[in-house]
């Protein structure tokens, strides 16, 4: 149940979130596919305020994507609405700790993200409305499951598009933990997700992106999720990502 103290009790119960990081190569739901890749190591770090080579063998990124870097870390820019960049981690994980530093990015209808996905489509999510200072969503689907919208909630964070924040996300097989600079926002039990069927269980990839929401190739539900149409007058809209642990 949602605790943080700042909590807005904004649930999304209308608006489509069509999630530029979220899709599959191969379903093991729909056919065989080749095995996922496992970390080799107890646990990974990656430090992206050392430059280009900080992406190494772990990291993949979107056709398109262009990663730059600077002292700030990783930068995610978007100047026109064909832009999503994103990469992906080489590995998967089961079960877990997941920890982002990072500067989410300002715009609106920019929506900047952490998503954790299987290749059935698992999800465990942070995401971040450019038009919206004050707070960031969390949410979570099963196998895909997108039936109901009511899963998605909003937590206070202060100037997430201006200042550095530690994002947390603590997966066990029996609950799911988002925080916030080391405060627990939200808590997913097991038997809270549809009785564990909407709980993710499979192994999980870690992506981080910046897209456009309120672009003109997204339906009219996600622009009005995203916060409305997105103009570039204000253009690079810039997403930062100093450091990923897992553990």
Same mark, same amino acid.
């Given at each position: 149940?949602?605790?943080?103290?700042?909590?807005?009790?904004?649930?999304?119960?209308?608006?489509?979130? !069509?999630?530029?990081?979220?899709?599959?190569?191969?379903?093991?739901?729909?056919?065989?596919?080749?095995?996922?890749?496992?970390?080799?190591?107890?646990?990974?770090?990656?430090?992206?305020?050392?430059?280009?080579?900080?992406?190494?063998?772990?990291?993949?990124?979107?056709?398109?994507?262009?990663?730059?870097?600077?002292?700030?870390?990783?930068?995610?820019?978007?100047?026109?609405?064909?832009?999503?960049?994103?990469?992906?981690?080489?590995?998967?994980?089961?079960?877990?700790?997941?920890?982002?530093?990072?500067?989410?990015?300002?715009?609106?209808?920019? !929506?900047?993200?952490?998503?954790?996905?299987?290749?059935?489509?698992?999800?465990?999510?942070?995401?971040?409305?450019?038009?919206?200072?004050?707070?960031?969503?969390?949410?979570?689907?099963?196998?895909?499951?997108?039936?109901?919208?009511?899963?998605?909630?909003?937590?206070? !964070?202060?100037?997430?598009?201006?200042?550095?924040?530690?994002?947390?996300?603590?997966?066990?097989?029996?609950?799911?933990?988002?925080?916030?600079?080391?405060?627990?926002?939200?808590?997913?039990?097991?038997?809270?997700?549809?009785?564990?069927?909407?709980?993710?269980?499979?192994?999980?990839?870690?992506?981080?992106?910046?897209?456009?929401?309120?672009?003109?190739?997204?339906?009219?539900?996600?622009?009005?999720?995203?916060?409305?149409?997105?103009?570039?007058?204000?253009?690079?809209?810039?997403?930062?990502?100093?450091?990923?642990?897992?553990?």
């Amino acid at each position: 149940m949602p605790s943080y103290t700042a909590l807005l009790g904004i649930v999304l119960t209308s608006a489509v979130a !069509v999630h530029a990081q979220t899709y599959t190569n191969c379903n093991p739901m729909n056919k065989t596919c080749p095995a996922d890749t496992g970390l080799d190591q107890w646990t990974f770090t990656t430090n992206f305020t050392e430059g280009e080579g900080s992406l190494g063998k772990n990291w993949t990124s979107a056709i398109g994507t262009n990663v730059t870097f600077n002292d700030k870390g990783a930068i995610f820019n978007i100047t026109d609405d064909t832009q999503a960049p994103t990469i992906s981690s080489a590995f998967y994980v089961l079960f877990g700790q997941v920890e982002v530093v990072m500067q989410a990015s300002p715009g609106t209808g920019i !929506v900047s993200s952490i998503v954790l996905e299987s290749d059935d489509l698992d999800e465990i999510d942070w995401e971040w409305l450019g038009g919206n200072d004050t707070s960031v969503e969390t949410n979570y689907f099963g196998k895909g499951n997108t039936s109901s919208y009511d899963r998605a909630y909003y937590y206070a !964070v202060d100037s997430p598009t201006t200042e550095m924040h530690t994002y947390t996300i603590d997966w066990t097989k029996d609950a799911v933990k988002w925080s916030i600079d080391g405060q627990v926002v939200r808590t997913l039990e097991y038997s809270d997700a549809n009785g564990g069927v909407d709980f993710p269980q499979t192994p999980l990839r870690v992506k981080l992106g910046n897209w456009c929401g309120g672009c003109s190739a997204a339906g009219e539900g996600t622009v009005e999720w995203a916060g409305g149409n997105t103009t570039f007058e204000d253009a690079p809209y810039l997403m930062y990502v100093e450091s990923v642990k897992v553990r």
